[in-house]
């Protein structure tokens, strides 16, 4: 966890107390997704009346007894929340639940919304590129917001 969020999450300008909470967060979506594959395959199993899972897991299986498909699948898993976020923004910033908002003390071009729950992105518009930048995150009253 200390590797997710001292390394990966390392350059985001938050406490290590939030970096840690959000490592977590990743982890433990992404074990709750070979939790839900291996209830799955139980039920699967339970369903037919006869094995599924180890013979298909000596099939799927490289040379390290690792499946790469289903830790690709946990790994998208853990990043759903965020990845959804970024598609509604895509789609709309008028849809409900963003609350994208014009955040007047960034300056121009500097847009808030919503995250999860109680976190908000401050966002800075590049007009000649075209993109978006996350400039800082954290919980609703650190960012100014009340």
């Avoid at 967060?25 to 209830?39: S, Y």
Wanted: charged content about 20%; overall charge negative.
């Amino acid at each position: 966890m200390l590797v997710l969020a001292v390394g990966t999450l390392g350059e985001l300008p938050l406490p290590l107390e939030r970096k840690i909470e959000l490592a977590f967060h990743a982890i433990l979506r992404h074990e709750l997704f070979h939790f839900a594959a291996d209830c799955m395959a139980a039920n699967w199993e339970l369903s037919l009346g006869m094995p599924v899972y180890w013979p298909a897991k000596a099939k799927l299986c490289n040379a390290t007894n690792y499946i790469e498909l289903e830790e690709a699948l946990a790994n998208a898993h853990s990043c759903e929340d965020t990845g959804i976020r970024i598609a509604d923004l895509a789609r709309s910033v008028q849809l409900n639940g963003l609350g994208f908002q014009k955040w007047k003390p960034g300056g121009p071009d500097s847009y808030s919304v919503n995250v999860d729950g109680n976190y908000r992105v401050h966002l800075r518009r590049d007009r000649s590129g075209y993109s978006w930048f996350a400039e800082t995150i954290g919980d609703h009253k650190s960012m100014g917001h009340g």
